[in-house]
Every structure is written in structure tokens, then in C-alpha cells.
């Protein structure tokens, strides 16, 4: 059982399921079938079978999308990393999740060679381009038969410690929530989704090509995410999604009006808090009042704003089909009406658990089975959650997370530093910056830009700090530990 085979009765032959910007079919769903199959049958002559890992850290192209395919159908673990992750980062990832293969571009092999034998490191364009060649129409993919329980992917999220853990997502969390999702927000084969997001989170990856996939519709399929030229193709998408940045800049295109949204059905938003100023601004100028919904790596979608139906500003909506939500109350009880708590979801979309962390089970899950998110929120008498907080330590900026813990020990391995602490704070663009707190050695010099060129090679950048001040030192509630709540009071 797998997404793929299970959308195969949407796969009209000559139905376009990817296009380019300028609206050319690059592959039709028989196209597409064919050539994941091909590739599905290249990596098992390459000795994968199901249940292997592979790590896939490639830059947006139209062969991420048949990779990702032919490993859902042969059930190859799929492994995708951030393109900023850097050396150290990767470093990491492959001791804890030791992948079969590595597949990479061209230009990045050199990074993965120091602690990845080199017979194992493939580029993806060369597989694509060699599967491509045994293009005989006779060579049919034999589908795999594996159990839906089985994982289709692994996600790495950071935790409190800074360590980052993997998610693994099975077959049958991606089905239920693709499910969910169609009917959630009414998908049908008739829609054309504008395709902006990464391919290397469960947003643009899972969202973004299931629900299409699902549905037999169509995706326009951009490398990388621009608004000027979203807001160029929005004339021809009927669906966009996006995390809040993205509307943010798209705010700023003079060539958004209601006339370029005319045939969008829907906008959607989510992996961060929407503004209400953002909202409020873009129903003004198209017309289109945003669907935000909450999700996160570990549970896929969770609740979204209906699309008939009254959308509460500040509300992330009501659980979609087949999602229990609640909230527990700092005593430890699940919370009354309307009273704050930490968010508890179950559902077939939660995943199982942390690659290796069996013994930490009952920490991430509830007696009964619910996934504690770590988020704050409190839930209406008509069931709609409004998110308030964070009871884990996360700064989102522009929908990348970033763990204040994995920044620190960075800053604080450098040898002028005493000690640091990293916060986040409002940014106009990516709606959360992170922003250092540093003390430094008492002979030490160390300015913003040296610290900043300092931490480059170290971190992925969207991680690096975009502001930073210096104290003598650092406000410590009685128990020692730091009061981060000062410090985001002082700078804010
Ligand atoms: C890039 N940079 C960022 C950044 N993205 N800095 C902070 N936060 C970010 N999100 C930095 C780069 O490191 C680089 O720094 C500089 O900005 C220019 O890089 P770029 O790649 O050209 O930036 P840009 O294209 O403008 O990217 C910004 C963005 C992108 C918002 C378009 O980050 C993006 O697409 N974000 C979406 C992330 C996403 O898909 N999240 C979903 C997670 S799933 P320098 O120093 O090198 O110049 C999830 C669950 C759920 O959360 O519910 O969905
Ligand atoms: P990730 O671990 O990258 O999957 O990020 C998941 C986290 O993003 C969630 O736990 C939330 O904190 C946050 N998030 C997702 N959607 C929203 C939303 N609509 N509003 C606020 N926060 C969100």
C-alpha cells in the first residue's frame, strides 16, 4: 500500500501533472508514471530495496519530483535535506540515520566525500538521464507489495537539545492525510496548484505534490520561490500555498490585484503564524481571504479554516477529517473550553515515532496515544484553535525552524565567547528573526561581522544570526537559568 499506487485511478494518461512557468507540459501523468517507473527499476538494479534510506540533498528541479515518486513506489526510505545544510549538519545525519545511498548534485558531492564512501554518493541528474535511456515502453515497474505501515520518508526536526531527530512518516500517515486534505479544501482534478515552496519539508513536499497526486490535477512547478514571477502565474493556478513570508512579498508586487487572482480558488498558509495586518491587506487588494492551517513535520496537516464556513482571524480552524485535537493545561489536565494548554493531536496522519528514540517514547506521546507538539494553544466552544505560544524553545523564520540551542552551541564553541543566548524576535519580512545575546571573554573583541563571517562554514545560514548584541552578562532567574523573556523584552 503507497500514496502512489493508491492515486493511480487519478491518472488520467494525457492529463498534465507537471508544468512549466510558461505552462508546457513537461510530464503527463503517463509520462511521469513511466519514468518514475524507470527509475524505480534503475535504483533496484543498483541494489536499493525496500526499506533502505537514502539522504537526498538536491537543489529544486523537476527530477527531485521523479526521484521522490520512485521511491515511494518501491519503497525506499526518502530522506530530504535542507540545501543549506552544511558539512558538520551532514555530518550528523549521516551517522544517525546511515543511508544506503547519498544522492546529491553534481557540485555537491565534495561535501558528503570526507564521511561518505564515494561509490555510494550519486547525482541525481545522471540517474534520471540513465534510467531515461532504457526508455523501451516494454519495461514496465513491477510495484513493490509492502505494508502501509511501512515508513515512506524520515524528516529531520531540531529538538530543544539542538539535536535533530528524524520523523518517520509511513505510507499510511501520507494516504489519511491527503485524504483529509481533498476533502478539507474541496481538491478536485480540475485544479492547477502554483508550486513556489522547497521540496525538502513536509509543506512543499508532502502538501504540495500529494494533494495534486491524489486528485489527478495539475502543478506549475517553480524552481525556486519568487513573488514577482508567483504573482505573473497566478492568472493561470486555480490553488497557492505558501508560508506567511511569501504573502508578505507578495503584498509588495503592484501586479497583484483581484484581476490576477481570478481564477485562484484558493490561498492557502501555514508552517508559521499568519499576521492579521497580512491577511487583512491581502483580502483588500485580491479579493481572497487567506485559509491558514497548522501542521508540522511530525503529524502532517492537523486542522485548517474551513472553506465554507466562517475562517476566524488568529485561528489556525478546526481539526480536518479524521484528527483528534486537545489541550492540556499546565497542572497536567486536559484543558476546559477555551483555556490555554499545550496541544495534543492524534490521528492516522501522526507518524510512530523518532528514528532511534524508542525510549523516549513516552515523553513524545501521551498513555493514549496523542503526539505532544509542543505548541500553546487554546480551542473555542466551536472547536477552532488559536496557537498563542511555544512551550518548546523554536523561532520560525520564513517557515524554517530553528532551534535557539543548536545556534548557541555554535556561537559558544568560537574563543572569545563566555557565553550566549539566542532568541527570537519580530522581522518585518520573515515574520521571526534570530538574534544573538553574547558575552564575551573579558579580553576578547568580536564585533557583529566577524562573528557573523566566523559562524558561515559552521551553520546553515538561514540559522546565522541577523542581529546581535553584546552584554556583560546574561539575566538568570534563581535557579540559574537564563530569562530569555528579558532579554526579548530589552531588544524587541
Ligand atoms: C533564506 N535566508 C533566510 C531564510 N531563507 N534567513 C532566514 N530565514 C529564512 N527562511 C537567508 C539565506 O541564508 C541567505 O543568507 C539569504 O537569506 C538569501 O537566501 P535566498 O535563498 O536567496 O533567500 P530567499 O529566496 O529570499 O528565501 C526566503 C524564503 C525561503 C522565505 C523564500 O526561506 C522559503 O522558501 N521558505 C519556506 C520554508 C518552508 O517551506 N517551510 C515549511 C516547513 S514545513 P546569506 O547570508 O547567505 O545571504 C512546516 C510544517 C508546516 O513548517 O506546517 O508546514
Ligand atoms: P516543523 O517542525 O518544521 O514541521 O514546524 C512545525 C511547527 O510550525 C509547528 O509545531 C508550529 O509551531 C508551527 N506552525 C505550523 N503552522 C503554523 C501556523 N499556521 N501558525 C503558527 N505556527 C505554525
Not at 474541496?186 to 497526486?213: E, K, T
Not at 525510549?359 to 507538539?373: A, I
Amino acid at each position: 500500500m503507497n500514496l502512489y499506487e493508491n492515486s493511480k485511478e487519478g491518472f488520467a494518461d494525457s492529463k498534465p501533472f507537471l508544468l512549466s512557468p510558461n505552462f508546457e507540459v513537461i510530464y503527463s501523468y503517463a509520462d511521469i508514471d513511466h519514468v518514475s517507473g524507470l527509475v524505480a527499476t534503475h535504483l533496484a538494479e543498483r541494489g536499493l530495496v525496500s526499506g533502505d534510506r537514502i539522504f537526498v540533498q538536491v537543489e529544486k528541479s523537476v527530477n527531485v519530483v521523479v526521484l521522490y515518486l520512485a521511491c515511494l513506489r518501491s519503497g525506499i526510505i526518502y530522506i530530504p535535506l535542507n540545501t543549506q545544510y552544511l558539512k558538520n549538519e551532514l555530518e550528523f545525519f549521516t551517522a544517525d540515520a546511515r543511508p544506503k545511498i547519498v544522492i546529491t548534485d553534481k557540485e555537491r558531492k565534495n561535501t558528503f566525500e570526507p564521511f561518505t564512501k564515494s561509490s555510494n554518493i550519486l547525482i541525481i541528474d545522471e540517474i534520471i538521464s540513465i534510467s531515461e535511456k532504457i526508455k523501451s515502453p516494454e519495461v514496465k515497474y513491477e510495484p513493490n507489495e509492502f505494508s502501509g505501515d511501512a515508513a515512506a520518508a524520515m524528516l529531520y526536526t531540531s529538538g530543544t537539545t539542538g539535536k535533530p531527530k528524524g520523523a518517520i512518516i509511513s505510507h499510511k500517515n501520507l494516504i489519511a492525510n491527503a485524504q483529509a486534505l481533498t476533502h478539507a479544501w474541496n481538491w478536485s482534478q480540475d485544479d492547477v496548484l502554483l508550486h513556489a515552496l522547497p521540496v525538502f519539508h513536509v509543506h512543499g513536499l508532502f502538501v504540495g505534490l500529494n494533494l495534486p497526486l491524489v486528485n489527478g490535477s495539475s502543478i506549475i512547478y517553480l524552481d525556486k520561490f519568487s513573488s514577482q514571477e508567483v504573482v505573473k502565474i497566478l492568472p493561470k493556478s486555480t490553488v497557492f500555498m505558501g508560508v506567511p513570508t511569501y504573502y508578505v512579498r507578495m503584498l509588495s508586487e503592484s501586479a497583484l490585484t483581484k484581476d490576477s487572482c481570478r481564477k485562484i480558488r484558493v490561498f492557502i498558509s501555514g508552517s508559521a503564524p499568519l499576521l492579521e495586518q497580512t491577511s487583512l491587506d491581502f483580502k483588500k487588494k485580491t479579493g481572497h481571504e487567506i485559509v491558514e492551517r497548522y501542521g508540522m513535520t511530525e503529524t502532517g496537516m492537523n486542522t485548517s479554516n474551513p472553506l465554507q464556513g466562517l475562517r476566524k482571524p488568529g485561528s489556525v480552524g478546526l481539526p480536518i477529517e479524521g484528527v483528534q485535537i486537545r489541550a492540556r493545561n499546565e497542572s497536567g489536565c486536559i484543558s476546559e473550553e477555551g483555556e490555554a494548554g499545550e496541544i495534543e493531536v492524534k490521528g492516522q496522519n501522526v507518524f510512530a515515532g523518532y528514528w532511534k528514540r524508542e525510549e523516549y517514547r513516552s515523553k513524545d506521546f501521551t498513555e493514549d496515544g496523542f503526539f505532544r507538539t509542543g505548541d500553546l494553544g487554546r480551542i473555542d466552544s466551536e472547536g477552532y484553535l488559536f496557537l498563542i505560544g511555544r512551550k518548546k524553545d523554536l523561532i520560525i523564520s520564513g517557515g524554517l525552524n530553528v532551534f535557539p540551542k543548536e545556534v548557541e552551541v555554535v556561537i559558544d564553541s568560537l574563543t572569545e565567547v563566555k557565553e550566549s543566548a539566542v532568541i527570537g524576535l519580530p522581522h518585518p519580512d520573515f515574520g521571526e528573526q534570530v538574534v544573538a545575546v553574547i558575552v564575551l571573554k573579558e579580553t576578547a573583541g568580536l564585533d557583529k561581522s566577524a562573528l557573523i563571517n566566523k559562524m558561515k562554514n559552521k551553520i546553515a545560514s538561514f540559522k546565522i544570526p541577523k542581529e546581535v548584541f553584546f552584554l556583560d552578562e546574561l539575566p538568570r532567574n534563581a535557579m540559574g537559568k537564563v530569562q530569555k523573556n528579558i532579554l526579548r523584552e530589552r531588544f524587541s
